[in-house]
Nanobody
Framework: QLQLVESGGGLVQPGGSLRLSCVLS????????IGWFRQAPGKEREGISC????????QYADSVKGRLVISRDTANNTVYLQMNSLKPEDTADYYC???????????????????WGQGTQVTVSS
């Protein structure tokens, strides 16, 4: 059974940085596309970035483009989301999810991802 575990969330001041991690177990990362999603209180879950199973395709939502960087370490079965220049509106619960053979040719749709982590909370506040 594929499992995903996120970590790295926390409280950060505006303009600060965080690096979220998503560790996969139960299968090889190279079999899956990985999406990062966030959900703010009272809002729908939105896809903000993804990386394809090959690592060659990457997408970012306009709201995070230029500030967030997705990367992966296949040796450690881990996907990262480096978050820079954080804003209060980035405050949300952040989730990673996996889709088998995901191509990441567009922003990730949460309805298409089967395997989810438990989430990690990010709060951007002074």
């Amino acid at each position: 059974q594929l499992q995903l575990v996120e970590s790295g969330g926390g409280l950060v001041q505006p303009g600060g940085s965080l690096r979220l991690s998503c560790v996969l177990s139960g299968s090889d990362l190279t079999n899956y596309g990985i999406g990062w999603f966030r959900q703010a209180p009272g809002k729908e879950r939105e896809g903000i970035s993804c990386i394809s199973w090959s690592g060659r395709n990457i997408q970012y939502a306009d709201s995070v483009k230029g500030r967030l960087v997705i990367s992966r370490d296949t040796a450690n079965n881990t996907v990262y989301l480096q978050m820079n220049s954080l804003k209060p509106e980035d405050t949300a619960d952040y989730y990673c999810a996996a889709i088998l053979s995901g191509l990441c040719r567009r922003l990730p749709d949460p309805n298409l991802y089967r395997f989810w982590g438990q989430g990690t909370q990010v709060t951007v506040s002074s």
